[in-house]
């Protein structure tokens, strides 16, 4: 590979008055400024020839450092080096710009590519005993001559992002759809400022919903819109990545805040139903600094409770990002902020990483299970977050739910949080005021529906408890034990409060004890055989007294089936049949006998 004339037999190279440091001491290639100058002097001077720049970065050079001493990692440096300066390339340079980001100028063709492809390949074989070296590589075929040669570098850096990862590629090549890619960025960019001053974007609302009580809306997802003067609505998947990318998303992501903080302010004169709405958080925003305190501030200045304003973030931003985002969430937490953690099932948390993060519900998104089931895996994948969540204390909320099917799942297995176009799409602002005015909703229903205790087992669809807990006829009670606790009721069927005359509450659950006004030395019963129960001893019968108002006697045939157990409890269910009047029967028939 030759260098440029101009320099290339001197130590440093003259330009414009200024001495350069020509080439770079580690890999005998060209610095970054040499390159560049050296690349407009080709181009210059070979104007009948078509070029292209070839970008080279090592994968991971960081932890090979890491791994196996910056010796090594120089080591690989200095061999891309040589390897590129004995490319046979006549009119070329070759340069390193900086770290491991390697760029090679020849003329466009195929044998050069080959070249520089063989030549990297070679590298890799002779580290293969030591380490895996993999490159990401990416082409820009040189179409706009008088381009700054850093923007050339640029444009074949967002070829090689094509290629990053994917081993199958050797490199990726820059083109129309990246090149669009970046004018309708620049021309997004060219308008977000003016756009912002101009309220041209607007909140909209998804209305979130509980299956448990008859659908009702619990509270909304604030989304926002762009209602651009000429192109219309834009959709957020069109600028939101622009806007992380170029930092602007803080400025958004405050105004969309505050303006849903000045909806509810709005909502609660009109005496609407104050329900919670959540807004999105940005990876961006939780660097903020002081981000809980700005939070508190804004809700403070519209007069809302903390628990108004709902916080999602995206759970690939706990992957990024954990330690900062611990300590932030644990802040807003003290403050009274409920943080959900958005897209969960994207891919990228480990569950063990769940118990260490403050997250208060996990907000499920069906696409990724739905794109990954091809066995009905996804059903049973969801079945066990549901249940892992309830666990761990924490409540979930299903997204994406698009059909009939999907809800009944959802409900079956115990998640009755939803949002999705199934129930309705997002709506303007307006639109969702008129719909909760309509729904006649209760004052902030949703910690309450979304505490319900281990209701993924109540609602297991393989043993169809949905039938149980649905009819009057067979007494029904779900149970939990613990030595600790002793007995609790955790819900009962309709059977059941008809059964014992306790009132039920809204989700089935009288809270109180099991059967209350049951014999002291009958409980003590009724315990010792639930605290034997085991898998070998799954299930058992009883018969209990209870003593009601004036000494009346209650006879309960009670037959208890072990669901789980682990450490520190035990979940039952249990079949309860009064047999007072069987037993007042027989004892008749004995007498007349
Ligand atoms: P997200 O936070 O995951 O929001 C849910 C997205 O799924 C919304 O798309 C919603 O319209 C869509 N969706 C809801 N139900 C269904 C369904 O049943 N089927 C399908 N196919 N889609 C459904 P949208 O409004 O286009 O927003 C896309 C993303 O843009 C959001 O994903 C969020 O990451 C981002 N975004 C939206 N508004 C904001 C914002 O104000 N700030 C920030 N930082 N990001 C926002
Ligand atoms: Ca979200
Ligand atoms: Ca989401």
Redesign the pocket.
Same mark, same amino acid.
């Given at each position: 590979m030759q260098i440029c004339d101009s320099c290339r037999f001197r130590k440093n190279c003259e330009v414009g008055g200024f001495v350069l440091n020509r080439v770079d001491p580690l890999t005998g290639l060209l610095t970054k400024k040499c390159f560049y100058l050296s690349v407009r002097n080709l181009l210059d001077t070979h104007t009948a020839i078509s070029f292209e720049l070839f970008r080279i970065n090592v994968e991971r050079l960081n932890i090979i450092n890491e791994l196996f001493g910056e010796i090594t990692g120089d080591k690989l440096l200095q061999e891309i080096g040589s390897a590129l300066q004995q490319l046979s390339i006549p009119v070329g340079v070759a340069g390193r710009l900086y770290a491991d980001n390697f760029v090679v100028f020849y003329p466009a063709q195929k044998q050069y590519r080959l070249g520089i492809t063989e030549a990297l390949r070679q590298v890799r074989n002779s580290f293969s005993h030591l380490c895996t070296v993999q490159f990401a590589c990416g082409i820009y075929h040189i179409t706009k001559r008088r381009l700054p040669v850093s923007c050339m570098c640029d444009r074949a850096n967002l070829a090689l992002k094509r290629a990053k990862g994917n081993y199958l590629l050797e490199y990726g090549e820059y083109d129309e759809e990246i090149h669009s890619r970046i004018l309708h960025e620049q021309s997004i960019i060219g308008m977000m400022d003016q756009a912002l001053q101009e309220k041209q974007f607007e909140v909209?609302m998804?209305p979130k919903y509980d299956t448990a009580t008859g659908d009702r809306i619990i509270g909304a997802?604030? $989304? +926002?819109r762009w209602r651009h003067p000429e192109k219309g609505l834009i &959709? *957020?998947?069109n600028f +939101?990545p622009v806007f992380?990318r170029n930092g602007f998303?803080l400025k $958004? %992501?405050f105004y969309?805040w505050e303006r849903t903080c000045q909806l509810l302010e709005e909502w609660r004169k009109r005496g609407l139903p104050m329900l919670p709405v959540s +807004?999105?958080? &940005?990876r961006l925003d939780i660097d903020y600094p002081d981000l809980a305190s700005f939070l508190y501030d804004l809700v403070q200045k519209y007069q809302l409770k903390p628990e108004m304003l709902q916080l999602?973030i995206?759970e690939s931003a706990y992957r990024d990002n954990a330690q900062q985002i611990i300590v932030v969430t644990r802040k807003l937490q003290q403050l009274g902020f409920t943080i959900l953690m %958005? %897209?969960f099932g994207s891919g990228y948390s480990s569950l063990n990483m769940l118990k260490d993060v403050p997250v208060d519900i996990l907000k499920l %998104?069906l696409?990724f299970l739905k794109s990954k089931d091809q066995s009905g895996r996804g059903g049973n994948i969801l079945n066990s977050v549901v249940r892992m969540a309830k666990w761990l204390n924490m409540s979930v909320i299903a997204? #994406? +739910?698009?059909t009939l099917e999907e809800s009944d799942f959802l409900r079956n297995i115990g998640c009755h949080i939803v949002? #999705? =176009? =199934?129930y309705s799409? *997002?709506v303007p602002a307006e639109e969702y005021a008129k719909m909760i005015a309509a729904s006649g909703t209760k004052e902030d229903p949703m910690p309450e529906c979304l505490n319900i205790e281990d209701m993924n087992d109540i609602w297991n669809p393989y043993v169809q408890y949905s039938i149980l807990f649905n009819n009057k006829v067979c007494a029904v009670a779900m149970v939990k034990y613990s030595a600790q606790n002793g007995l609790s009721l955790l819900r009962g069927n309709d059977g059941y409060f008809l059964l014992s005359g306790e009132v039920a509450d809204d989700n089935g659950t009288s809270g109180k004890l099991l059967l209350p006004q049951m014999l002291e030395e009958d409980r003590e019963r009724l315990r010792c055989m639930l605290a034997n129960f085991d898998a070998d001893h799954p299930e058992e019968s009883v018969l209990l007294v209870r003593c009601l108002h004036a000494g009346t006697l209650q006879w309960i045939s009670v037959q208890a089936f072990l669901i789980l157990k682990d450490t520190w409890r035990s979940l039952l269910y249990l079949f309860l049949r009064d047999i007072t009047g069987l037993r007042e029967k027989i004892k008749y028939n004995q007498e007349l006998a």
């Open positions: 909209w998804q997802e604030a $989304l +926002v &959709s *957020p998947q +939101v992380e998303i $958004l %992501d969309v +807004v999105n958080i &940005s999602e995206t %958005d %897209d %998104d696409h997204e #994406g +739910v698009e949002q #999705g =176009y =199934y799409k *997002p």
